[in-house]
C-alpha cells in the first residue's frame, strides 16, 4: 500500500507489527488488492498474484509506430490516456499490460 506520506508498505512492513493490518490493511494498494487480501500474516495471501505482461503484444500509434507495455510503463499518465485503445489480439493496454491492470494472474502452485 501507499502511506499518505507517500512510502510504499509491503507484506514485510505488516509482520514486524500485530497491530497494523487492524489500523491499515483494508487500505488499497497494488494490484487493487489491500492488505488484509495480499499479505499471510493480516489472513490474505491465499494466492499468489503474479503478473507478465502478455508477449508481443503492442498498439499501433497513429504515426505507425508501435508502443507496447514498456511504452505505457515509461509515463505513467499513458494507461489513464490511451490504455483503452485496442491493439494486437483485440487486447488494449488495460487488458495486456501488468502496469495498466491487466495479466494478473493466481499462480499455479
Not at 27 to 36: K, V
Not at 53 to 61: F, H, L, N, Q
Not at 81 to 101: I, L, M
Amino acid at each position: 500500500i501507499i502511506s499518505s506520506s507517500g512510502t510504499q508498505r509491503d507484506c514485510t512492513w505488516f509482520d514486524t507489527d500485530d497491530g497494523r493490518c487492524d489500523r491499515h490493511g483494508d487500505a488499497e494498494g497494488r494490484f487493487g488488492m489491500s492488505a488484509n487480501e495480499a499479505c499471510c500474516t493480516c489472513g490474505g495471501g491465499d494466492e499468489v498474484k503474479v503478473c507478465d505482461d502478455e508477449p508481443r503484444w503492442y498498439v499501433v500509434a497513429p504515426d505507425g509506430s508501435k508502443k507496447d507495455c514498456s511504452w505505457f510503463a515509461a509515463d505513467d499518465t499513458r494507461c489513464d490516456r490511451y490504455g483503452d485503445t485496442p491493439g494486437r489480439f483485440s487486447y488494449s493496454a488495460k487488458d495486456a499490460c501488468c502496469v495498466c491492470g491487466g495479466r494478473l494472474y493466481n499462480s499455479k502452485d
